[in-house]
């Protein structure tokens, strides 16, 4: 056994897995073998769920099926309701609000004594918890600004349904797709540090509940989920300045500031999200005719580019086209995350399930660095 000091795991292999693939050094991303591009252009995200829970894409029957089951346990109980009602009134984050609730969820599961080794009662969990997920942000969303929560709408697709009880209208064709690429384009990454934690606690033999809640927990932290939030304050804050796009971005750099949405773990290049993502903002300014965040984004990639970031290794992510795509759809910024964890789900279900089936308790070692043999003072002479 080696001890060398491997800080964050970083480049150690733990499992071995069927469902995403990445090249980081050219930028390609595929799930069970598809190119995200052309799963991001022809296929949905039910179809994408199905693909990353069953191991291949549906034919038209099942995805009929399998839209009509997940869209079937959208609804929440009003128990749910009022808890969201409290985290309203103290003023809760929405990832912590989204974290609480679906713990909760556990209490109304209709298979709560299911065995984690049955792998199709998993899944049905794991439908159940990912169909809910939309219902529970946008009731919170809903009820923080003195709303009434809108019944979920089995005729919509999975994205459609949100951004309508997000918003209370049926959302245009151009919005409905963007908005289903990007819950297909977040669907899953590899051993990232949200899944690996799903992953663990799913090694534990613990339930679908206790991954998925955990999964939540990792990525709310500004070091993985929080970027797309942190590009847009950028943008605004740009807006608000008297500085061009790139003028901010160079003075931000003097100043030793980070540009958000810069930079990945894994891609050395331009991520083929990002690529995806500034496609359909370039589709979505042309149809709204505001192109302000397209030229912002755009400008400033375009100069650290020139300044040779990519040739470090240092280039765009998904986040840096992300949180402007769901600025176009009308979604609130401190949801950017939450819709992050409404789609990574997807993955962190499939992950344990696989994981699941060839089990072995997750339990690395640590280096002990601190003192030994000391005695132990009785407390009337410390």
């Known amino acids: 056994m080696s001890d060398e000091l491997q800080r964050g795991l970083e480049g150690v292999l733990v499992a071995e897995s069927d469902l995403s693939y990445i090249d980081g050094e050219v930028g390609e991303l595929q799930y069970r073998g598809y190119p995200i591009e052309d799963l991001a252009r022809n296929a949905t995200f039910e ?22 089951s997940l869209a079937a346990e959208h609804a929440v109980d009003d128990a749910v309701i009022e808890t969201l009602e409290r985290l309203v009134e103290a003023d809760e984050r929405p990832m912590a609000a989204l974290r609480t609730a679906v713990s909760q969820l556990s209490a109304s599961d209709p298979e709560p004594d299911a065995d984690p080794e049955d792998f199709e009662a998993s899944l049905r969990k794991g439908r159940r918890i990912t169909a809910k997920i939309p219902t529970i942000l946008a009731a919170f969303d809903r009820l923080r600004q003195g709303k009434e929560p ?21 959302p245009d064709d151009v919005s409905e797709e963007t908005f289903d690429m990007a819950l297909t384009l977040h669907a899953d990454h590899g051993f990232n540090a949200s899944t690996f934690t799903s992953i663990v606690i799913g090694s534990t033999m613990a339930d679908l509940y206790s991954s998925v809640t955990g999964g939540i927990g990792a990525l709310s932290g500004p070091l993985h989920g929080g970027a797309n939030q942190d590009v847009m304050e950028m943008l605004f804050e740009i807006d608000e300045s008297d500085k061009d796009p790139v003028q901010w971005a160079k003075d931000a750099r003097n100043d030793g500031v980070r540009i958000p949405g810069w930079g990945h773990r894994v891609y050395k290049t331009k991520d083929p999200r990002a690529k995806i993502l500034q496609g359909k903002l370039e ?10 965040w397209l030229d912002y984004t755009t400008e400033i990639e375009a100069y650290l580019t020139d300044e040779g970031l990519v040739e470090k290794g240092i280039a765009p992510n998904v986040d840096f086209y992300s949180g402007s795509v769901y600025d176009h759809l009308g979604i609130p910024m401190d949801l950017y995350t939450p819709i992050f964890a409404m789609s990574r789900a997807g993955g962190w279900i499939a992950h344990v399930v696989e994981y699941q089936e060839d089990n072995r308790l997750i339990r690395p070692l640590s280096r002990y660095t601190g003192p030994r043999d000391q005695e132990v003072t009785p407390i009337d002479e410390r």
């Open 47 to 68: 179809e994408v769920l199905y693909l990353l829970w069953h191991g291949e894409l549906p034919d038209r029957d099942a995805l009929a099926a399998f839209s009509e």
């Open 283 to 292: 589709d979505l300014a042309a149809a709204s005719g505001g192109s302000k």
């Open 150 to 170: 809108l019944e979920p709408r089995e005729d919509l697709s999975y994205a459609g349904n949100f951004l309508y009880m997000l918003t209370g209208a049926e």
